[in-house]
């Protein structure tokens, strides 16, 4: 079944709306200051893998932004930009996933870990120290290190809280083709 | 719970102003002290932002919680930067006048200090008027805003639905939480990190499959409303612009023409008085 417009954009909204509750409400503080092992990143990879790269671009873009706003420090748009390319990416390479079948087999969970880790390795070890560079001027191994820790511990809380979803979501759903005909 | 987004309603000139006009200032003024590391224009645009603070009405009281998170936030940046790359300063303004050795590489230099300064100069420009923006933009306008400075209407609907369900998902979120700890969940300090991971999800597998229904409804009525059938659509919370509208943009724009001059002036990003 095809999706219509309109459902990409309620998911949109809804999708920033729980990224934004998740990422302000029930971050596990970290050992390095700064930093903060989120729970919404699961979340926004199990977005992506449901409703496609724009509706995971815009939850990041959106979510993170309005996280930035409410704490009032003014958006980082670094690590904004770097959530919102998380989630394209995941969408993009998650498109086979058939989750809205309620199917999630050995092939899909390969798919969302091979999303997952590639969506964070570009977003944290690659794109938001290169802008913080670019766009703040801070020195390069500091932020560099600090990309790596938060896009290593993303990658594990993101695998865990976004299969469990996935798992949870594809048991929830009828499966494609479950009802059959009696002769 | 509900005034997350801490605005506060005032009559003021500040508050008067469209919500577009807004945007558009806060994106230029941001631009502005994003872009430039001159310390002179930096320095202009923390001043420029006390009177505006006075006009909007808007009292230190009201946003120093914020106030404080942020000075931890720039405290513990400085530190991290400085134990980090004590030399930063150096390579970036090619002088090195040594103030203090503590051993090794960690000096005190003039230019490091110099380079703190303007990195605590860039937090004290571009924050107040992020507060002042969150503080007098009422957020149903927000998203009619961005309509008018020109992002698609079916985005800025999204950003709408975002802010309006932001509340309704807290509130459920909470009430999940608690029924979950009924059944002696716990996600407090006290359990280790795997559990409180696992604590987590027991907490948002059924929020956010309740999400995934409401998506459902939502999109329906949309969609039987006859939602994204046309190029364009009204805004209940727009206003047209005034004089003040337009004075405001002008005086924004000035400032990141500023800032591209001053680059241009410069020869790069950096003010160095070291040569």
């Known amino acids: ?183 | 719970m509900r005034n997350i987004f801490n605005y506060i309603d005032r009559p003021s000139p500040v508050h008067r102003l469209t919500g577009a006009t807004k945007l558009v200032c806060l994106l230029l003024w941001s631009f502005a002290s994003m872009l430039t590391y001159d310390t002179r224009l930096l320095a202009l645009l923390m001043l420029l932002s006390i009177p505006l603070f006075a006009l909007s009405k808007i009292r230190v009281r009201d946003v120093s919680f914020m106030l404080g998170f942020t000075a931890v936030f720039m405290v513990l940046n400085n530190v991290l930067v400085f134990a980090f790359s004590p030399q930063h300063g150096v390579s970036l303004y090619g002088t090195k006048h040594v103030l203090l050795s503590l051993g090794g590489s960690y000096e005190v230099t003039a230019e490091q200090l110099f380079y703190h300064l303007n990195l605590v100069l860039k937090y004290a420009s571009s924050i107040p008027i992020v507060l002042l923006f969150v503080c007098t933009t009422n957020p149903s306008e927000f998203a009619a805003s961005l309509n008018r400075v020109g992002v698609k209407y079916s985005v800025a609907y999204s950003v709408s639905l975002a802010l309006r369900y932001i509340p309704d998902i807290q509130r459920e979120y909470h009430e999940i939480s608690q029924a979950q700890q009924a059944r002696g969940v716990e996600m407090s300090k006290k359990q280790s990190l795997f559990k409180r991971l696992k604590s987590a999800s027991a907490i948002l597998i059924p929020l956010i499959l309740s999400s995934m229904d409401r998506i459902e409804v939502i999109s329906n009525a949309m969609e039987l409303r006859g939602f994204g059938k046309n190029k364009k659509r009204s805004w209940y919370m727009a206003r047209p612009f005034t004089g003040l509208d337009y004075a405001a943009m002008a005086l924004c724009l000035a400032l990141l023409l500023a800032a591209l001059w001053l680059n241009h002036l410069n020869g790069g990003r950096f003010y160095n008085p070291f040569i």
């Not at chain 1, 998650?94 to 977003?123: C, P, T, W, Y």
């Open chain 1, 1 to 183: 079944m095809k999706k219509s417009p309109v459902v990409t954009i309620v998911a949109i909204g809804i999708g920033a709306a729980l990224f934004f509750v998740l990422g302000r409400f029930v971050a596990i503080p970290s050992p390095v200051p700064n930093t903060n092992i989120s729970t919404q990143y699961g979340l926004l990879a199990f977005m992506a893998a449901l409703f496609g790269p724009l509706a995971g671009l815009l939850i990041g873009l959106i979510g993170h932004a309005l996280i930035d706003f409410s704490y009032g420090w003014g958006i980082w748009w670094s690590w904004v930009i770097a959530s919102a390319v998380f989630g394209g990416l995941v969408g993009l390479v998650a498109r086979k996933i058939r989750l809205s079948d309620g199917e999630f087999g050995k092939k899909d969970l390969l798919a969302f870990v091979l999303a997952v880790v590639l969506g964070h390795a570009v977003a944290w070890f690659a794109i938001a120290p290169v802008l913080d560079i670019v766009i703040y001027a801070e020195p390069a191994n500091k932020v560099f290190i600090q990309g790596l820790f938060a896009g290593a511990a993303n990658i594990v809380t993101t695998l865990i809280i976004g299969l469990l979803l996935c798992y949870a979501y594809a048991a929830a759903k009828p499966k494609k083709g479950s009802l059959k005909e009696e002769k």
